[in-house]
């Protein structure tokens, strides 16, 4: 885990120094938000890698005692940060020869110093990603919402291809701008944007399937509950049809949810793998104990003698 960075804060006090701190917090937080947005970092809150310390420090003319304190707070807190794990607190002056040990290293580390020209590619692709990014996320906005609550979206495979289609169309825009020696790296953006968005899709199209599954097996058992009820068993026959039948119930809803550009198990692959599934379900659910008991219900109903009319009433 990172050691966290403290940022002290001095602002002048001018009313509610809660409100005021407050509201320099707020505002840090969204400057990281938004510097943050397009580099690896992105959703890592700022608490994560910086302490920040808003101080309010009341005027020296106004309330020489308040100032005081405050001032006198702000180097015991400074003077801490060794003990409170932030290491040794340098001297002033030595600051300029740190910073530039600290970007030689950077340099050294880095090979050469990027140029211009490959600053603003590097700027370029990753707004391109994000756009491109924010372009799919967009488009699979209302089917993420549905698949969360355990829903079916039909037409799934054209709407997931259609956002894909518009991700790459906003990531080749974004990127028209950037230098020829850049291609290679605009390419591999554009590889890494693809496998991102797939893998959304891939997750969506994984549920809604699970989901069909679930939904097709309980229709399949409501089925053979009625059956049941009605003449005390299910012959194979009936069996059969009923299995038939939630089989192209099945295959005919997978048929919107199937994106071609995703790959993965074929269409009639994943059906004859439904049914292996049905079959087995229905071979245990025939003899389970809720069959048995609407088994047994029928053949009261059956055998049970009709009840007499009550007094007084003609029937």
Known sequence: ???????????????????????AVAAAEAAWARASASSPLKGVPLSALFELVPVSLPSAKKDKAAHDAAVAELRRKLRSLHADGFGKVGKPDALPDAATAAWAAVQAAAGTKPSDVQLRDRYFLSQAYEAGLETAQSALRDVTAQVSGSGVCRGFGRVAEDALESA?????????????????????????????????VRELFMKQQHSLKLNTFNMYKSQLLKVMSRAGSVAQWQQERLRRSAEKSFDAQLASLIVPSLGGPS?????????????????????????????????????????????????
């Open 1 to 23: 885990q990172p050691r966290r960075t403290m940022l002290v804060y001095v602002q002048p006090a001018t009313g509610d120094a809660t409100k005021q701190q407050a509201s």
């Open 267 to 315: 269409r009639k692959e994943l059906t004859e793998a439904f049914s292996r599934a049905l079959t087995a379900m229905a071979t245990k659910f025939i003899d389970s104990p809720t069959m048995q008991l609407q088994a047994i219900g029928s053949m009261r109903r059956r055998t049970s003698k009709g009840q007499k009319p009550p007094r007084g009433l003609r029937w």
């Open 168 to 200: 790459l169309a906003a990531y080749d825009a974004a990127v028209a701008d950037v230098s020829a020696d850049a291609a290679d790296a605009a390419d591999r953006q554009r590889e890494k944007l693809v496998k991102t968005v797939q893998a959304d």
